[in-house]
């Protein structure tokens, strides 16, 4: 069948367009750089036309609170549009576990927003709630860093690695609607603090990390197990340790 990725030239999206196609679909990977733009509407018509599944893990360029709101308000009603004038039967969107818990966070709240409106498209729909990918230990740290200190909380998360996120969302695609949401986490407890020193030791950063309770997380503040999936996420199986060592 025909599967269009929305942000398919992406960290997930590129895996997800090679897994796909892996499997015998037709797949459209649809991005500003194919010439399909969610955001202004280029394309995207003609990049729906006899698709089955729209596939959406595309991104705001941009993480400031209303610049990120607008993003997915307006990719998202663009794209329900689209796919409503092209029959489409399934609307798959990559989300974020804990969304909802954490209001503080701009980003986390333009997630929320995004959600909602695929509920009331009346397209059959799937989002998948993912946890922190491995590889946003960098970006992680970027954003938490004074000179040559990294401060960060202790809270928990169950982070998982990009590749097991691709294998949950093509799953997704390839199965029947749920018109519900799924998570999908790694399989083990972390504390934020712990992850981001043990992935910058691994990379040999100097950067020293400190335990620091008053700092937030892009825009939260976890007091704990917020950022974790519930009892009936799905567990992947590649362990931190085990994706670091496939780095080296």
Do not use: C
């Not at 997630?111 to 998948?128: D, F, M, N, R, W």
């Amino acid at each position: 069948m025909k599967i269009v990725v929305i942000g398919g030239t992406g960290l997930i999206g590129s895996k997800l367009v090679e897994r796909l196609r892996a499997d015998g679909h037709d797949v459209l990977p649809a991005s500003p750089n194919t010439g399909v733009n969610s955001i202004t509407g280029e394309g995207l018509d003609d990049a729906l036309g006899g698709a089955s599944v729209v596939v959406d893990v595309s991104n705001s360029p941009s993480f400031e609170d209303s610049a990120v709101l607008e993003f997915f308000r307006t990719s998202t009603d663009n794209l329900v549009a689209a796919e409503a004038a092209a029959g489409v039967g399934h609307h798959v969107a990559l989300s974020v576990v804990g969304s909802e818990q954490l209001p503080d966070s701009g980003y986390l709240r333009a997630k929320v927003a995004q959600e909602e409106l695929i509920k009331g498209s009346g397209i059959p729909y799937t989002i998948v709630r993912a946890t922190q990918f491995f590889e946003f230990v960098k970006g992680i740290a970027a954003g938490s860093t004074e000179g040559d200190t990294v401060r960060l909380p202790s809270s928990l998360l169950q982070p998982l690695a990009s590749d097991d996120v691709v294998a949950a969302v093509a799953l997704a695609a390839e199965a029947a609607p749920l018109n519900g949401t799924t998570e999908v986490a790694g399989p083990e407890e972390l504390h934020l603090d712990e992850f981001v020193r043990t992935g910058l030791a691994a990379e040999k950063d100097p950067r020293e990390v400190v335990t620091d309770e008053s700092v937030g997380y892009f825009g939260a503040h976890p007091q704990g197990r917020e950022l974790l999936p519930g009892p009936d996420a799905h567990v992947a199986g590649t362990s931190f340790t085990e994706w670091l060592d496939r780095q080296k």
